[in-house]
């Protein structure tokens, strides 16, 4: 996502990211990730509940697609990282325009399963024009 951040911020989309993790951990992603977005910390988990983003499965985390990511990452030379979090909350992504209306609910069925940057900016595109025609 940080590679198309110019073209979000010109289709007037702010991005937050939420995390169940406690306030050190959070920061520690921060900084590990670099993300310059704001970060919510939903250590009760309710935004997760309330968005029916619950926890993972055994094979939903260990399955075929989680693997195929860590081999892609692997031939790319880079090392996966040992976490200290829940690897079983699921993560999800979510935009939601000005008006508060929910235009994607995806709730991913493990770490690998994450909507395309071009289906996301689809959503925002046609969610501009539906305001726009307003």
């Known amino acids: 996502m940080r590679e198309k951040e110019e073209l979000f911020s010109k289709l007037n989309v702010q991005?937050?990211?939420v995390t169940f993790e406690a306030d050190y951990l959070a920061q520690q992603y921060a900084r590990e990730t670099g993300i310059a977005w704001p970060l919510l910390m939903d250590e009760k988990r309710e935004l997760y509940r309330n968005y029916g983003i619950l926890e993972a499965s055994f094979l939903d985390i260990w399955g075929p697609g989680t693997w195929w990511v860590y081999l892609k990452e692997l031939l790319a030379g880079h090392l996966p990282k040992k976490?200290?979090?829940d690897i079983s909350?699921?993560?999800g992504d979510i935009p939601i325009d000005p008006n508060g209306i929910v235009r994607l609910h995806h709730v991913g069925s493990g770490p690998a399963d994450r909507p395309s940057i071009?289906?996301?900016l689809q959503v925002i595109v046609q969610c501009n024009k539906t305001i726009n025609q307003r």
């Open 83 to 85: 976490t200290t979090g």
């Open 89 to 91: 909350q699921r993560g």
């Open 15 to 17: 991005i937050a990211v």
């Open 118 to 120: 071009e289906s996301l």
